[in-house]
C-alpha cells in the first residue's frame, strides 16, 4: 500500500519559517518527480512547486519563488518544502504528491495528474 505522510506543519507568525516533510512509503520513489500542493479555505488546490526525481530541476509557483525551497533525499524516500518568509497568505493544507512530471502543466490547476497524495499538514501564518 502506498502511503504519503507529511510532517511539520504548525503556526508561525509573519516572517517566520517551518520545514514541511513528506515520506513515503510501499513503493520506490525512483524515477518519480515529487511535488507539494496547498489548498487555502474556501480555495482550490493550487501548485506550489516539484523536483525531478534525480533532484536537478525544481519549479516554483510565482507566489512562493524566491521563499520556498524543495529538495529530496531518495535514500530516505523524503520530500522537503523549506519555507521562509511565511505570509499569512501562505496559510493552507499542504500536500506532498508523487507523479511522473514536473513541469508547469503538472503544476497547473488543482493536480489532476499527480498519481499519489498524502494527507496534508496544516500551515497557520498569522501576521
Given at each position: 500500500?502506498?502511503?504519503?505522510?507529511?510532517?511539520?506543519?504548525?503556526?508561525?507568525?509573519?516572517?517566520?519559517?517551518?520545514?514541511?516533510?513528506?515520506?513515503?512509503?510501499g513503493l520506490s520513489?525512483?524515477?518519480?518527480?515529487?511535488?507539494?500542493?496547498?489548498?487555502?479555505?474556501?480555495?482550490?488546490?493550487?501548485?506550489?512547486?516539484?523536483?525531478?526525481?534525480?533532484?536537478?530541476?525544481?519549479?516554483?509557483?510565482?507566489?512562493?519563488?524566491?521563499?520556498?525551497?524543495?529538495?529530496?533525499?531518495?535514500?530516505?524516500?523524503?520530500?522537503?518544502?523549506?519555507?521562509?518568509?511565511?505570509?499569512?497568505?501562505?496559510?493552507?493544507?499542504?500536500?506532498?504528491?508523487?507523479?511522473?512530471?514536473?513541469?508547469?502543466?503538472?503544476?497547473?490547476?488543482?493536480?489532476?495528474?499527480?498519481?499519489?497524495?498524502?494527507?496534508?499538514?496544516?500551515?497557520?501564518?498569522?501576521?
Amino acid at each position: 500500500q502506498v502511503q504519503l505522510v507529511e510532517s511539520g506543519g504548525g503556526s508561525v507568525q509573519a516572517g517566520g519559517s517551518l520545514r514541511l516533510s513528506c515520506t513515503a512509503s510501499g513503493l520506490s520513489v525512483d524515477g518519480l518527480h515529487m511535488g507539494w500542493f496547498r489548498q487555502a479555505p474556501g480555495k482550490e488546490r493550487e501548485g506550489v512547486g516539484c523536483i525531478t526525481w534525480s533532484g536537478r530541476t525544481t519549479f516554483y509557483a510565482d507566489s512562493v519563488k524566491g521563499r520556498f525551497t524543495i529538495s529530496r533525499v531518495n535514500a530516505e524516500k523524503t520530500l522537503l518544502l523549506q519555507m521562509n518568509s511565511l505570509k499569512p497568505e501562505d496559510t493552507a493544507v499542504y500536500y506532498c504528491a508523487l507523479s511522473g512530471g514536473c513541469t508547469a502543466t503538472y503544476m497547473a490547476g488543482a493536480g489532476s495528474q499527480w498519481t499519489y497524495w498524502g494527507q496534508g499538514t496544516q500551515v497557520t501564518v498569522s501576521s
